[in-house]
């Protein structure tokens, strides 16, 4: 299993070619979500002492496994995040993936790391973060929220708070995985109100000075892009207030920070070149496949203070001064995972980025004036990226999950809605530059449909 040859290589090809068939799709099927009992009864025990071979495991996967996966890249899937990933970037993840490449060190990896390097480069000049700032690939936004926010921590321990739990002030719509990650980190949020659906460098400012132990917030973590809603954090402000009152900034743009490249809302994000800390997800809305964040530290050298490890069979790759990846986040081995995303944006150029996130925004612009016209649906807000939130006239909670649910079973959408104010809105997210505005049109058609 270890060699190719004359009796194995046709099974081998066959894996490869249904690969590119996947890649080449221009309509991947949206597909479903099965049952336990109905997997179990259609793909019972593929592993056995002897092995089935590939083509009766490759069946399986392609008629039973891959038909119960829903296909993120689907032009009307617009619920959670999308991924639309470039067919450059998913050919060359195979390349990744063949090239058996470690990407911890610059010892063992140096192309890549000069490479990714160049990727992260790109985005830290769309932040207007300094010529230091730099940081490394992570395998999603969570991760690169729990690697800058150790950092974070590293940074207010320095106040000699006498053992009291340090704090993060964060917005009422900060992503479930920063409540995550400060569980982790043993912090608390500082949960602060909106005001006009975000947060603000006033209300930011009025929070901490109410607040009777003002020391132990050291961090702030703002939004830049709600997953829900779209709406960025006054940065700005925020930045000011930060700088006051001496806070860690990190600022989590796993979803919207892609929207840096897009000119129509490049100022929403002033601000974000004061960033202590930052990230965006190449997997989202940057058209790169699963899983890739980019972490952006503006001072990297307090990371690697932090995440560097340290063994005495790890001493070589610290015995140059070059970039390590593993230096600045929690891993050590790792997949060259910001890979496939330079590859692609060195083939299309950036100007092809930038025009195809602006596709989503001018699109989500042209959904929001559909559905004001539309006599039995209201908008819950103009959107500022690419989320648009509505409401359907007389429709309970239950309404939506049925419309939601039926869309999937006729593989007409995949829409779920969500919570917005503790109530039941729909949301449609857009970031394949393939959905147009006749789908679009038509999941509005659907929800006119009696319930
Ligand atoms: C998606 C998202 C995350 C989490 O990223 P994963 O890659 O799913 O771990 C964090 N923050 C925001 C704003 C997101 O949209």
């Keep these: 299993m270890h060699t190719v040859n004359d009796q194995n290589r046709a099974g081998l090809e066959r894996v490869i070619e249904y690969a590119l068939e996947r890649i080449e799709m221009s309509s991947p099927p949206l597909d479903r979500c099965e049952t336990p009992e109905a997997l179990q009864r259609r793909a019972p025990h593929a592993i056995t002492p002897q092995g089935i071979g590939v083509d009766a495991v490759l069946t399986e996967f392609v008629d039973v496994l891959a038909p119960a996966c829903l296909s993120t890249d689907h032009p009307r899937y617009l619920s959670f995040i999308p991924a639309a990933p470039t067919k450059t970037s998913l050919a060359f993840d195979l390349v990744v993936s063949a090239s058996s490449m470690c990407a911890s060190s610059w010892l063992e990896a140096s192309g890549v790391v000069h490479a990714e390097n160049e990727a992260l480069r790109w985005l830290a000049d769309l932040a207007g973060l300094p010529a230091g700032a730099g940081g490394c690939f992570v395998s999603g936004g969570s991760a690169g929220n729990l690697s800058a926010l150790a950092v974070a921590r590293q940074h207010g321990r320095s106040r000699a708070l006498d053992g009291r739990r340090l704090r993060v002030a964060v917005g009422e719509t900060a992503h479930s995985s920063i409540a995550s990650v400060l569980n982790l980190l043993d912090m608390d949020a500082f949960i602060v109100p909106n005001s006009g659906d975000r947060l603000t460098g006033t209300a930011l400012s009025?929070?901490?000075?109410?607040?009777?132990?003002?020391?132990?917030?050291?961090?702030?973590?703002?939004?830049?892009?709600?997953?829900?809603?779209?709406m960025i954090d006054d940065l700005a402000g925020i930045a000011a207030v930060a700088a006051e009152s001496d806070l860690w900034m990190h600022v989590d743009g796993a979803y919207g920070a892609a929207a840096l490249a897009a000119p129509s809302v490049r100022e929403l994000f002033n601000g974000i070149e004061l960033a202590d800390s930052f990230i965006v997800d190449p997997h989202k809305w940057l058209f790169a496949p699963f899983d890739c964040c980019a972490l952006i530290y503006r001072q990297p050298a307090l990371a690697s203070a932090v995440h560097a490890q340290h063994a005495g069979y790890l001493d070589a790759i610290h015995d140059s001064t070059e970039w390590n990846p593993t230096d600045y986040a929690f891993h050590l081995s790792r997949r060259a995972r910001g890979l496939p995303f330079w590859f692609s944006l060195a083939v299309h150029g950036t100007d092809a980025y930038r025009d195809a996130i602006e596709a989503s925004?001018?699109?989500?612009?042209?959904?929001?004036?559909?559905?004001?016209?539309?006599p039995y649906l209201d908008l819950v807000m103009q959107p500022q990226l690419s989320v648009v939130l509505f409401t359907r006239h007389g429709w309970e909670p239950n309404d939506y999950t049925c419309w939601s649910d039926k869309l999937l079973m006729d593989q007409r959408g995949f829409c779920l809605p969500t919570r917005w104010k503790g109530e039941t809105v729909g949301r449609f997210v857009f970031i394949n530059p393939r959905t147009t505005i006749e789908d679009v049109r038509d999941l509005i058609d659907s929800l006119g449909d009696p319930a």
């Excluded at 020391?215 to 709600?226: E, H, N, Q, T």
């Excluded at 925004?361 to 539309?374: D, F, G, N, Q």
């Design 206 to 230: 009025e929070a901490i000075n109410a607040d009777p132990d003002r020391a132990s917030i050291v961090a702030v973590a703002a939004a830049a892009g709600a997953t829900n809603t779209g």
């Design 361 to 374: 925004i001018s699109l989500a612009r042209s959904a929001a004036e559909v559905i004001e016209v539309t």
